[in-house]
């Protein structure tokens, strides 16, 4: 089963370009703009792995190995190059309530049957799916997401000193006020400034991390004070360094990975499920999004596989799992990073700075990487969607604020699963409305009603208030030329009033069939079909009653 599994997926996955340059080659130009994408990426990643760790309630190194080993096998072998993985706030939500009841052993189980499931989705090609998410759906979710992201960044105005741990993230403690805050804002600003200008000066370097060099410089030189990178960490010593080896990540809290029994099964399956739906859907949302910013198609059943393979090894080495993120996609690709390099590069820099570079990275304001988040915002919310609301269908402007909202007030995966669910009712609504037939009157005496519209569940009831079986004639002909029988509830409603019919002793026939329809029919058994009928379906095909059952006329 899994090696037929493997045929099938290795013959019909469309592989992304795995280069790690691009088709024009090799240049110490795009390797330097590469490196330096990544590392403007890794300097931004370090404050969400830790502040995400603490929000799963975690120790900050489970939320920095997934930031290093997620960010590294994703951009070897994901389906977009130039997207960035890491721990993110969406799947630190669901661990929570896992670790607080279970512990972290559990957590890093179900991180391990997540990436499980998420390799099995990709092998069974579900990552096309995300195809069927309407564009309204995609203009809310980039909205929310912009917006969620703005006010993860307000609680960097916050006092680090009084800053606590609310299950939420760091949602206590006091405002800034007075000069602090106008340090802070100053500070943003300038930031802000330096990434909008620095491209028409020069693009020797990415715009944001001169804006991060440019302003920390300041902030270390002058003696500022100002919150920094290493007011995050309430552990002692700042940013954690890396004192033990990996693989030893299992034992961070003297404890390894959960009894490997149906017990530990029936904890984790849930969360796991979550977590693969939620960090896929996020993925692939990305995914589209960056392909639309860098002109690439394709790649989203590799990039299943991608993701799970990294949150099943994270797992093992003692990591919280992660998905793509979104702002961090952004901020490389609006550096310039295009290859799988600038994610490699990321990764690599974030191992260096927990490793040797901490002290440092601590010093790092935060006013730096809030105004770097906050040019992302602008980048990343769709801003078209304001003046379109008015033009396009009112559903489709009432989706848009929907996932906006629900993104912004739950998360990302019910947000998307909403929109779609409300889309598809929309436009099932919306077709069940257009059924409605032409009626005339044969030479011979016989009605016929031309059919026009789908026939399905949403319009059976309105294809059954077309007929006026009691006025018409003894013959009656329905001719689906311009119909299409699609489900169930649509047979149902043929014999239904094929049995109507019959009662009033008249005889009903089917005709122009198309050949999936005159299949649909003939499977359910609901057509007696003869062999001389028309075997072309290229003229009419006729049926009539026969004791209740539409048999061959």
């Given at each position: 089963?899994?090696?037929?599994?493997?045929?099938s997926?290795?013959?019909?996955?469309?592989?992304?370009?795995?280069?790690?340059?691009?088709?024009?080659?090799?240049?110490v130009?795009?390797?330097?703009?590469?490196?330096?994408?990544?590392?403007?990426v890794?300097?931004?990643?370090?404050?969400e792995?830790?502040?995400?760790?603490f929000?799963?309630?975690?120790?900050?190194?489970?939320?920095?190995?997934?930031?290093?080993?997620?960010?590294?096998?994703?951009?070897?072998?994901?389906?977009?190059?130039?997207?960035i993985s890491?721990?993110?706030?969406?799947?630190?939500?669901?661990?929570?309530?896992?670790v607080?009841?279970?512990?972290?052993?559990?957590?890093?189980?179900?991180?391990?049957?997540?990436g499980l499931?998420?390799?099995f989705?990709?092998?069974?090609?579900?990552?096309k799916?995300?195809?069927?998410?309407?564009?309204?759906?995609?203009?809310?979710?980039v909205?929310?997401?912009?917006?969620?992201?703005?006010?993860?960044?307000?609680?960097?105005?916050k006092v680090?000193?009084s800053?606590?741990?609310?299950?939420h993230?760091?949602?206590?403690?006091?405002?800034?006020?007075?000069?602090?805050?106008?340090?802070?804002?100053?500070?943003?600003?300038?930031?802000?400034?330096?990434i909008?200008?620095m491209?028409?000066?020069?693009?020797?370097?990415?715009?944001?991390?001169?804006?991060?060099?440019?302003?920390?410089?300041?902030?270390?030189?002058?003696?500022?004070?100002?919150?920094?990178v290493?007011?995050?960490?309430?552990?002692e010593?700042?940013?954690?360094?890396?004192?033990?080896?990996?693989?030893?990540?299992?034992?961070?809290?003297?404890t390894?990975?959960?009894?490997?029994?149906l017990?530990?099964?029936?904890?984790?399956?849930?969360?796991?499920?979550?977590?693969?739906?939620?960090g896929?859907?996020?993925?692939?949302?990305?995914l589209?999004?960056?392909?639309?910013?860098t002109?690439?198609?394709?790649g989203?059943?590799?990039?299943c596989?991608a993701?799970?393979?990294?949150?099943?090894?994270?797992?093992?080495?003692?990591?919280m799992g992660?998905?793509a993120?979104?702002?961090?996609?952004?901020?490389?690709?609006k550096?310039?990073?295009?290859?799988?390099?600038?994610?490699?590069?990321?990764?690599?820099?974030?191992?260096?700075?927990?490793?040797?570079?901490?002290?440092?990275?601590?010093?790092?304001?935060?006013?730096?990487l809030?105004?770097?988040?906050?040019?992302?915002?602008i980048?990343?919310?769709a801003?078209?969607?304001?003046?379109?609301?008015?033009?396009?269908?009112?559903?489709?402007?009432?989706?848009?604020?929907?996932?906006?909202?629900?993104?912004?007030?739950?998360?990302?995966a019910?947000?998307?699963?909403?929109?779609?669910i409300?889309?598809?009712?929309?436009?099932?609504?919306?077709?069940?409305?257009?059924?409605?037939a032409?009626?005339?009157?044969?030479p011979?005496?016989?009605?016929?009603?031309q059919?026009?519209?789908?026939?399905?569940?949403?319009?059976?009831?309105?294809?059954?208030?077309?007929?006026?079986?009691?006025?018409?004639?003894?013959?009656?002909?329905?001719?689906?030329?311009?119909s299409?029988?699609?489900d169930?509830?649509?047979?149902?409603?043929?014999?239904?009033?094929?049995?109507k019919?019959e009662?009033?002793?008249?005889?009903?026939?089917?005709r122009?069939?198309?050949?999936?329809?005159?299949?649909?029919?003939?499977?359910?058994?609901h057509?007696?079909?003869d062999?001389?009928?028309?075997p072309?379906?290229?003229l009419?095909?006729?049926?009539?009653?026969?004791?209740?059952?539409?048999g061959?006329?």
């Amino acid at each position: 089963m899994a090696r037929s599994l493997f045929r099938s997926f290795s013959k019909n996955l469309e592989v992304t370009d795995l280069r790690w340059m691009p088709q024009d080659g090799f240049s110490v130009g795009r390797l330097r703009i590469e490196l330096l994408s990544g590392l403007t990426v890794a300097l931004a990643l370090v404050p969400e792995a830790v502040a995400f760790a603490f929000v799963a309630g975690v120790h900050p190194l489970v939320g920095l190995y997934a930031a290093f080993l997620v960010g590294l096998i994703t951009a070897l072998i994901g389906g977009r190059p130039g997207m960035i993985s890491g721990a993110t706030g969406a799947l630190a939500v669901v661990m929570v309530a896992l670790v607080a009841q279970h512990g972290v052993e559990y957590l890093f189980a179900t991180v391990i049957l997540m990436g499980l499931l998420q390799v099995f989705a990709g092998v069974m090609q579900w990552g096309k799916f995300i195809r069927l998410v309407p564009h309204p759906v995609m203009l809310g979710f980039v909205n929310g997401l912009a917006i969620v992201i703005f006010l993860a960044q307000m609680s960097q105005f916050k006092v680090p000193g009084s800053m606590v741990d609310t299950g939420h993230g760091m949602g206590g403690g006091e405002w800034l006020s007075g000069q602090p805050l106008f340090l802070m804002l100053a500070l943003v600003g300038a930031t802000m400034a330096i990434i909008w200008v620095m491209p028409r000066i020069t693009k020797f370097i990415p715009a944001p991390l001169a804006g991060i060099g440019i302003v920390a410089a300041v902030v270390i030189f002058t003696g500022m004070e100002v919150p920094r990178v290493g007011d995050l960490a309430s552990i002692e010593g700042g940013l954690p360094m890396l004192h033990i080896p990996f693989g030893d990540g299992l034992g961070l809290y003297g404890t390894a990975l959960a009894p490997f029994n149906l017990e530990t099964l029936y904890i984790i399956l849930p969360y796991a499920v979550i977590l693969a739906a939620i960090g896929l859907i996020e993925s692939l949302l990305t995914l589209n999004l960056v392909g639309d910013m860098t002109n690439t198609r394709g790649g989203a059943s590799q990039e299943c596989v991608a993701q799970g393979v990294a949150n099943t090894l994270t797992g093992f080495f003692g990591g919280m799992g992660g998905c793509a993120m979104i702002g961090q996609s952004m901020i490389n690709v609006k550096s310039g990073g295009r290859t799988r390099v600038a994610g490699i590069a990321a990764a690599v820099f974030l191992l260096l700075f927990i490793l040797v570079g901490a002290p440092l990275i601590e010093q790092i304001p935060l006013a730096a990487l809030v105004g770097v988040m906050f040019m992302v915002v602008i980048g990343t919310f769709a801003w078209n969607s304001l003046t379109i609301l008015r033009k396009v269908p009112l559903t489709d402007a009432f989706v848009i604020l929907l996932v906006t909202v629900v993104t912004v007030y739950k998360d990302l995966a019910v947000a998307v699963v909403v929109g779609v669910i409300v889309s598809a009712l929309a436009y099932a609504w919306n077709n069940a409305r257009r059924i409605h037939a032409k009626t005339y009157e044969t030479p011979e005496g016989a009605k016929v009603y031309q059919v026009q519209g789908p026939l399905f569940f949403g319009s059976a009831d309105g294809f059954a208030e077309l007929f006026d079986v009691q006025n018409d004639p003894s013959l009656v002909i329905v001719d689906f030329a311009d119909s299409r029988v699609v489900d169930q509830s649509a047979l149902q409603a043929i014999e239904a009033i094929a049995g109507k019919y019959e009662e009033a002793a008249k005889r009903i026939e089917l005709r122009h069939l198309s050949r999936d329809c005159h299949r649909l029919l003939t499977k359910a058994g609901h057509l007696m079909v003869d062999s001389d009928d028309d075997p072309d379906y290229q003229l009419a095909v006729d049926y009539s009653v026969r004791t209740g059952v539409l048999g061959g006329h």
